[in-house]
Nanobody, 116 residues
Framework: QVQLVESGGGLVQAGGSLRLSCVGSGSIIFFNVMGWYRQAPGKERELVATITRGGTTNYKDSVKDRFTISRKITNTVFLQMNSLKPEDTAVYYC???????????WGQGTQVTVSS
């Protein structure tokens, strides 16, 4: 059973920063890819960023100049979010998978709210 626990969400003003953390547990074969998704009210869940064990990253275009995804060990991933905008307000979910083609596992989510 893969478990993912997020932390670091909160309420910030526009222009502020947050650092999200996700600590996973379970077999390392299910952590080849880790990342972050988010879902805002009334919107579909969307990819924010992913990172492979080899360090290859992928970002949503609207965040790539502001957010940085990183990982350490095998089961831990971070998302440094700078210059936050109200449009970034969403529940952020940690995700881990054996590959980008698998369904993966999800954390419980952490709320990020950016006020103007």
């Amino acid at each position: 059973q893969v478990q993912l626990v997020e932390s670091g969400g909160g309420l910030v003003q526009a222009g502020g920063s947050l650092r999200l953390s996700c600590v996973g547990s379970g077999s390392i074969i299910f952590f080849n890819v880790m990342g972050w998704y988010r879902q805002a009210p009334g919107k579909e869940r969307e990819l924010v960023a992913t990172i492979t064990r080899g360090g290859t990253t992928n970002y949503k275009d609207s965040v790539k100049d502001r957010f940085t995804i990183s990982r350490k060990i095998t089961n831990t991933v971070f998302l440094q979010m700078n210059s936050l905008k109200p449009e970034d307000t969403a529940v952020y979910y940690c995700w881990a998978a054996a590959s980008t083609q698998s369904s993966g596992s999800w954390g419980q989510g952490t709320q990020v709210t950016v006020s103007s």
